[in-house]
């Protein structure tokens, strides 16, 4: 299947904007078989869309358009689409009704404007939206399918995985089969060179990406039929898993957090968190994980000296001594929040995540960090590259990562 | 000037990856008074970048491929281009004389291939490469230009300075006046709405997005000269301020956080945070502001109950009265972070992100709030929708607009 993908909207073509829904659309794509070819990014112009999705329509065996089926005046997608396929746009009474009611059931007064949202290209149907109120629009033409999504990223995704993924599984021979795996601790080079030589095989794609969360490999193997795809695919990942070691921390949708909170489900036991620098984020990551409240006990976010003594316990002769930014700080901090939140481990972070505070001897970037459990303690150093907010994420998949080998190897 | 970008290479279209040269070159264009209207991202078909090429370049003033003109098999930008302006493709003889000079002076064996870099479409031009082998390509038709540069960044950057910016400069009006205005508590229709009229001027663009972290008018004016459109701009921006008032919390690269810093340096004062559903998001989005150490306390992270009463100093009465969800926990828990953590005002945060959780009375979603300050408390309640990490990203935008209109009023 050879999908094309058009991005709607102005805000995505101004410097900086990112089209994060081609890029989960992408991945999506690929493990249910379909391989992206092509991709637009059009601006706000009724004129724009209709040429690019003429072009590219013609051309594939499925296009999605994401963005522009808003209610206002510069969502432009209905109107475009009709002139692109060469048929008129009609108002559908129901669903008009349906969206006026939608409206009153969520407490909102629909605007004059929303009228628009139940108009659509003649012959084509409606795409139901399960998390708000824009539906989509589905098309089809001999054997090329078309569906606009709206732009909003939870009401695309979902509407994808509900509408669009079970029409494309039906359709597709055997899909790649696929792992993602995920390694904490090491750069993309050191990844690279260490299992290189293991990329060269037939049948086996590998793509490395570094991310602030750490280096993700994604496997697939392909041919043969899906039972030897598989086979390939597992004695792949098993190479990998040798060389990678306590390295690998997880697979497909595991996160460092997940990871880390399945570890403590299996112990029985509870973490909490006392943070400097990245003052939140890493009870922020924790807690992403559903269900946290089981093992996540709370957390101290001491941004201000005197608070690392009166809320987490730091000494005033450590804070003299070492300075703010120290292991002894930071192995004070961990025990401070193990104690003060009555938790099993204690994780503490201190550093320094710029633009300014560096010196020589503690530069920007500078971050220590430390995990108390019962009867052991660990802690570690990190100079990280990169600007405030780099630095501050950075910080805290480190410190989540002392976490999780500390709960492995214990 | 309407531009247009086409990246070239299967490589771009695999998960993950990005157009680093379409983000450079937006910006680029845009400080030489050109705007990207669409992009394409194409993979290594003639076909495909023939068909793109044809759809674009007929409606754009300048239209920008990077990619695909390396000396490899899979290298189709210069007959793509052929195809698209309907020419034949001819060998320069004096040009491949100059590239296996280039070859033979860096110390290099030209390949066979190497002699397709001396291709071009009849009727243009080459584009010097200061930097590499690999020469670009330069077309014009009417008043319209197409150039074709090397996809390897330091390669198509210079040559984008040194050949095609000087011939855009020469063209080029004056780049528009641009403002970026900042709305919370409002949603993206409410804000059309209000607004819509003062869009319909000739010389004026808005476009609206709406974000997590609330909603975005992009201003641009154009046209008349830089002083006429930078005023137009500014009574725009004038009459947008008026019926916004307090719901318009900044401009530019304000964000919630830098306004609330902003406000409390200029009163000399500090805060605090206590947070349960938002754990730790309230006090990361804060510390993300620079120098937040000035005015910004620290916190607790109280997720389980037990927290809210020993950390905040949340009563026992009020837990079993109301629920952990409710208004008197909102306030109890922002009286505690300001008196906890010394600070003049402090924030709480209570809710349910979900998924599960939730009950008829109180549903996923349900996130009370509340600011505690000298002789003064402010509460409010949302249900927030959208998946668990949506809820909680706008939890902690709606907390920090609560603080910013109470430091405002007040």
């Known amino acids: 299947v050879d999908a094309a993908l058009i991005a709607v909207g102005s805000e995505l073509l101004r410097p900086g904007a990112r089209d994060t829904n081609a890029e989960w659309l992408t991945g999506r794509l690929e493990s249910l078989g379909a391989r992206v070819r092509w991709r637009a990014l059009v601006d706000d112009s009724t004129e724009r869309i209709a040429v690019v999705t003429e072009a590219l329509f013609g051309r594939s065996d499925l296009l999605i358009l994401t963005g522009g089926l808003g209610p206002t005046e510069d969502d432009r997608t209905r109107p475009a ?30 605007s004059g404007s929303q009228a628009r949202q139940a108009d659509r290209p003649r012959g084509s149907e409606w795409l139901e939206n399960p998390v708000g109120s824009a539906p989509g629009i589905a098309f089809e033409s001999g054997s090329r399918l078309l569906f606009a999504l709206p732009g909003v990223p939870a ?47 037939e049948g086996v794609e590998v793509t490395i990406l570094a991310k602030p969360t750490g280096i993700e490999l994604l496997l697939a193997a392909s041919g043969g039929g899906a039972a030897e795809a598989s086979s390939r695919l597992a004695l792949l990942e ?24 399945a570890l403590l489900v299996a112990r029985g036991e509870t973490v909490a968190t006392a943070e400097s620098c990245t003052a939140g984020l890493l009870a922020a990551a924790l807690t992403e994980v559903p269900g946290a409240s089981a093992w996540y ?25 070492h300075g703010a930014v120290s292991a002894p700080v930071a192995l ?29 001897a503690k530069p920007v970037g500078l ?4 995990v108390a459990s019962p009867g052991v303690e660990r802690e570690a150093r990190f100079v990280f ?18 976490l999780r080998r500390g709960l492995r190897g214990a």
Chains 1, 2 share one sequence.
């Open 297 to 321: 006990r709370g957390g101290l976010v001491v941004y201000s000296d005197d608070l690392k003594r009166s809320l987490a316990g730091v000494s005033e002769e450590t804070l003299a001594a």
């Open 81 to 110: 689409l009709a002139q692109a396929l060469g048929v008129p746009s009609v108002r559908d009474p129901e669903r008009l009704e349906r969206l006026l009611r939608y409206f009153r059931d969520h407490g909102r007064v629909p």
């Open 238 to 261: 098993e190479r990998m898993s040798g060389r990678l070691g306590a390295d690998l921390f997880g697979k497909d949708d595991d996160s460092l957090a997940s990871v880390v909170g």
């Open 367 to 370: 971050v220590h960090m430390a």
């Open 155 to 201: 009401e695309m995704r979902a509407m994808f995985d509900e509408s669009i993924a079970p029409r494309l599984r039906a359709r597709a021979a055997d899909p790649p089969a696929r792992r993602t795996l995920r390694v904490a601790g090491r750069t993309e080079s050191a990844v690279d060179e260490m299992l290189r030589d293991l990329y060269q095989q």
């Open 385 to 402: 590259r990169g600007d405030r907010d780099l630095i501050r994420a950075r910080a805290a998949s480190a410190a989540l990562d002392l």
């Open 332 to 360: 004070e901090l961990a025990a401070g929040a193990r104690s003060r939140c009555a938790a099993d481990h204690g994780v503490g972070v201190t550093g320094i995540a710029g633009p300014s505070g560096g010196t020589d």
